[in-house]
């Protein structure tokens, strides 16, 4: 017997705690963080983004210096790529629900990109890894505010070798309308000078491209960034850094921060 789908579709795992739980003040905060990051639009808008995924007040400002670039986009895909800090997972999981909730509304799930997905060695339709996740579900409210009504996405939970993430983008992205995103942090729990040495060299990694400089324990999305950089790669893309901070930035503990760093890849 198949259980039927929530009415909406996913429920928000992480309103309340992540980002704000009433409508309105997320809007607003969103609105704020997007406004501050404002930036000239690019010639082009970027085929990739990485973005950090912890609460709005310690990431978000990193995370809307990538969105900034997107604002105003329309009939957009997103693939969302990120690890599952819950699940133990194998290769990718695509969600089988039509829809992922936020208290912004309903955003529904691309199902011509989840077929096209499926096809690709290692994928798999797998709700679970995706329920109580927040990797990708923060990133939602910054695509609800940047995008128009069109926007769909397509959540992708993976703990795949570098050269199969690239497979399932390749599969994906020749779309236009598509906008891929690695969701990670990077180093946890160092003091905070420990932590941007640390960083300095991931962010070199990925401005070169190399998906063999971020080892593990770097990047805590580095399956997700190891496979955007493999793809970057094959396709003769380049990456540049948006914004790097700490959480002690945001006056988090600076004897344990958390990393946080926003590129775009065109």
């Known amino acids: 017997m198949s259980v039927p789908e929530p009415a909406g579709g996913r429920p928000p795992a992480v309103a309340g705690v992540f980002y704000p739980a009433e409508s309105a003040r997320l809007a607003a905060t969103v ?3 997007l406004a501050a990051a404002s930036r000239p639009a690019p010639a082009e808008r970027p085929a990739a ?41 194998a290769g990718s999981a695509v969600p089988s629900l039509s829809a992922w909730m936020t208290p912004l509304g309903p955003v529904p799930v691309d199902g011509a990109a989840r077929d096209r997905a499926l096809t690709v060695r290692g994928v798999h339709a797998d709700d679970q890894p995706h329920a109580r996740e927040h990797a990708l579900e923060v990133q939602l409210p910054f695509l609800q505010r940047s995008a128009g009504p069109d926007l769909a996405v397509l959540p992708v939970a993976t703990a795949a070798a570098a ?3 690239a497979d399932l983008i390749d599969a994906i ?16 729990h160092l003091p905070d000078a420990d932590a941007r040495d640390r960083d300095a060299r991931t962010i070199r990694a990925v401005l070169d491209l190399r998906p063999d400089g971020i080892p593990a324990g770097a990047a805590c999305g580095g399956h997700a960034l190891r496979g955007l950089l493999t793809w970057a790669a094959r396709t003769g893309r380049a990456a540049r850094l948006l914004s790097y901070r700490t959480s002690a930035d945001a006056g988090g503990d600076p004897h344990r921060v958390v990393g946080y760093a926003a590129f775009a890849v065109g």
């Open 163 to 165: 050269d199969q993430v």
């Open 49 to 89: 983004l990485v973005v950090p995924h912890a609460g709005h007040r310690y990431s978000g400002p990193v995370a809307a210096a990538a969105y900034a670039l997107v604002r105003g986009s329309s009939a957009m895909r997103a693939v969302l790529l990120g690890p599952a800090h819950f699940v133990p997972l």
């Open 173 to 188: 992205a020749a779309d236009p309308r598509t906008l891929v995103i690695a969701s990670t942090d990077l180093s946890h």
């Open 31 to 33: 609105d704020a963080l």
